[in-house]
């Protein structure tokens, strides 16, 4: 990296001949919002819908702050900041291309939406005004309403019609996206509106008082009411849910439970909450509790939930519907719960619901605690590591504890899991060990989440490595492309079954309730006959691809190449072909047994 340009991107796409110059347009100044709001990126597949705003972060910006990151679809362009956003808790900016461009970005969408992720996203349509519109391309892409398309799905969505509306439009977009609970937000701009000049300079703006910080912090009563209840609980339980990646907040949930002597559970769907080596923690993180987190639950006499996702299916499925002890909900999310969308689940019961930011409350609770020093010292106990090449089929388990071995004591954050994942054998030690699902269940978000959260996790040391079963990776694979082109480092190792295995699990499932042959549950689901070569889809866009590794005494000299061509600043991705299989938490869950 040289001096003034510390950041490798930055030295990429410069604009030649700019002309110091006001805005002039009103794209310039909608530009001009967007890097007064601080978004240092803005991940795009290109249109003509915007090309007003597109001329303008290139021809009056100079393609800095925000620097235009070319994705090769929309949907990876919506994911790669979603990646971002599950790192900082901050946004960046995406461009959409009109109707169409929208109607491809929708999962993405979904998905951080569920996920409660900031996302400031702009889209486009033809002139508003039909004169203006060319024929047939404008009159097919422009909507009446196009912001209902995700209506149901997004925090708020506006189409200004003016370059001040616009500006503001603009920071309340980014405002609302950041405070908590967090989510996407878009803003339609008429192509027009962008194209037209400006008929006199807009007035300077003070961003940061248009950005009014939002801290929900708890009511003094329900730290008190809380608290009472927690010290008096012989079996206090903490669920832990979405919470921060700041190691200070980490540190005082860690101070919470060690005070108050409780147990914890944390959850696969989010990122990483607890060490899981702490006495304290219990069970497997997954996608369903474990019998030792169901046992707990009918335990405990109290139970704080700090935003747990699904905490009225989590108890109910523990206790069978016999009721749980004492619930304290910590929560914010019932402000973005809709009739169209059920990401609500099913209601919990709550005997105090604090409405505050899970982080805060924990401090609070601290706070109110004054230094009460923990019911005892716990201990933390590193797992030991073993690894032994496999002698029959490669496994998920195999696959982890290969990717611990080859990474040394180098700390890596693990950015996305496949569906079969077993996070017994992976130890989460730190607030960004583990980044949590995709949100929505939307199957080929890993590989473009995973480039956004690479992109963020640059200078911090730790290793980006995701992941990915090889369904996800097929759908999702063309962001590796916007990977290489800007020299994010990125390591995904495709645990590749060759199958869409979850539907192999529904159809044994079927075929068992209605007596009907299970060998054939396969049909439909295998991906083979030809397979398909994932090493050279990743080096047809410039990544360093190995595999298929097939063979257990392969599996840990590729993984060593992998991640010494990762720590040189490789893309590289890594085809394991694995055994079928799923945790037995799952199994149970999908299955019935």
Known sequence: ?????????ARLERPASLLAEPARFGSDAIAEALRAIGVPYLALNPGASYRGLHDSIVNHLGNENPQMLLCLHEEHAVALAHGWAKVTGTPLAVAVHSNVGLM?????????????????????????????????????????????????????????????????????????????????????LDAGLQEAALAEPLPALDVARYMPAVRAAPAAVDVATALGWLLAAKQPLILMGR????????????????????????????????????????????????????????????????????????????????????????????????GWSMDHHALPPADLLIQAQSDLTVSELLRALDDHPPARDYLTTPRALTYSPPTGMIHIDDVSRAIQTAAGEQPISLLHVSLSWNAATWPVRGPLDYLGGDGGGGIGAGPGTSVGAALALRGTGRLPIAVCGDGDFMMGNGAIWTAVHYQIPLLIVVANNQSFYNDEVHQERMARMRNRPVENKWI???????GIDLAALAGAQGAVGF???????????????????????????????????????????????
């Open 104 to 188: 491809h970005a929708t999962m993405a969408i979904f998905n951080a939406w569920c996920d409660r992720v900031p996302v400031v996203i702009l889209g486009a349509t033809g002139p508003v005004d039909a004169a203006k519109r060319r024929p047939w391309i404008d009159w097919i892409h422009t909507a009446a309403d196009q912001g209902a398309l995700i209506r149901n799905y997004t925090k708020w969505d506006d189409q200004p019609a003016s370059p001040a509306a616009a500006r503001e439009s603009l920071l309340r977009a980014n405002w609302l996206a950041r405070t908590a609970p967090c989510g996407p937000v878009y803003v339609n």
């Open 1 to 9: 990296m040289d001096e003034q340009n510390p950041d490798p991107i």
């Open 243 to 338: 919470v921060s990646r700041d190691p200070n907040d980490w540190a005082a949930r860690v101070r919470l439970a060690e005070t108050l002597g409780a147990r914890v559970a944390t959850d696969i769907k989010v990122g990483s909450a607890f060490p899981t080596e702490h006495e304290l923690h219990l069970g497997v993180p997954g996608s369903f509790a474990d019998k030792d987190v169901a046992a707990a639950i009918r335990e405990a006499d109290v139970i704080l939930s700090l935003d747990w996702v699904d905490l009225g299916g989590t108890l109910h499925a523990a206790c069978g519907g016999a009721p749980p002890g004492r619930v304290i909900q910590v929560s914010l999310d019932h402000i973005l719960h809709n």
């Open 524 to 530: 439909g689901q295998r991906v083979a006959d030809p």
């Open 547 to 593: 595999g298929p590794v097939e063979k257990g005494e392969e599996l840990l000299p590729v993984l060593h190449q992998a991640i010494a061509a990762l720590r040189e600043g490789h893309v590289v991705v890594v085809d394991v072909r694995i055994a079928t299989g799923y945790t037995p938490a799952m199994n149970a869950a999908l299955v019935g047994r």
